[in-house]
T-cell receptor
Framework: KNEVEQSPQNLTAQEGEFITINCSYSVGISALHWLQQHPGGGIVSLFMLSSGKKKHGRLIATINIQEKHSSLHITASHPRDSAVYICAVPGGMNRDDKIIFGKGTRLHILP | DAGVIQSPRHEVTEMGQEVTLRCKPISGHNSLFWYRQTMMRGLELLIYFNNNVPIDDSGMPEDRFSAKMPNASFSTLKIQPSEPRDSAVYFC????????????FGPGTRLTVL
């Protein structure tokens, strides 16, 4: 069974800072998801990646399959980036393995 | 597309009552997922369907929970009888495929059982 660890659990930073959130997992996977949950509760899928790097605006996600590790970066952070960021991976390599979520990183960007 | 639609958005009920949560997935998506989120346990997958067929219901807490997907555009999650510990936010999500596919989440139903 896959284990997912996120760090840090909580992060407070000043507006403009470069943010890094980490996710490690224990079993090889087909793809990893990064989700964002806003204070209002809505969940948005940010990235789904299986190798390399993806970029969307100020958000960058990288994954290292060999090291079983992914990072989510936010450049020029803004208070509106304040949210919980959740990493999710399949439970295993089987096609129908259910998804497992990390406990999330609560990010607070101060103006 | 309107995205994944869930109803109701909020539900307050008394212990012992039956609760039915509804979900309409994005048109064309063939996988549907029901999740529960609590402060203590975070996000948990309850059950998911592929082409309207339940694939894995091992996350369903107990027999009081049941889920159906009678067609590709509608699913229900039912709790009977409800208990205070069922209070949580229940999310529905859909995707083009069950494994590795990007999931699109509904707004959630906040359930409070008194």
């Amino acid at each position: 069974k896959n284990e997912v660890e996120q760090s840090p659990q909580n992060l407070t930073a000043q507006e403009g800072e470069f943010i890094t959130i980490n996710c490690s997992y224990s079993v090889g996977i087909s793809a990893l998801h990064w989700l964002q949950q806003h204070p209002g509760g809505g969940i948005v899928s940010l990235f789904m990646l299986s190798s390399g790097k993806k970029k969307h605006g100020r958000l960058i996600a990288t994954i290292n399959i060999q090291e079983k590790h992914s990072s989510l970066h936010i450049t020029a952070s803004h208070p509106r980036d304040s949210a919980v960021y959740i990493c999710a991976v399949p439970g295993g390599m089987n096609r129908d393995d259910k998804i497992i979520f990390g406990k999330g990183t609560r990010l607070h960007i101060l103006p | 597309d309107a995205g994944v639609i869930q109803s109701p958005r909020h539900e307050v009920t008394e212990m012992g009552q039956e609760v039915t949560l509804r979900c309409k997935p994005i048109s064309g998506h063939n996988s549907l997922f029901w999740y529960r989120q609590t402060m203590m346990r975070g996000l948990e997958l309850l059950i998911y369907f592929n082409n309207n067929v339940p694939i894995d219901d091992s996350g369903m807490p107990e027999d009081r929970f049941s889920a159906k997907m009678p067609n590709a555009s509608f699913s229900t999650l039912k709790i009977q009888p409800s208990e205070p510990r069922d209070s949580a936010v229940y999310f529905c999500a859909s995707s083009l495929r069950s494994s590795g596919g990007e999931q699109f989440f509904g707004p959630g139903t906040r359930l409070t059982v008194l």
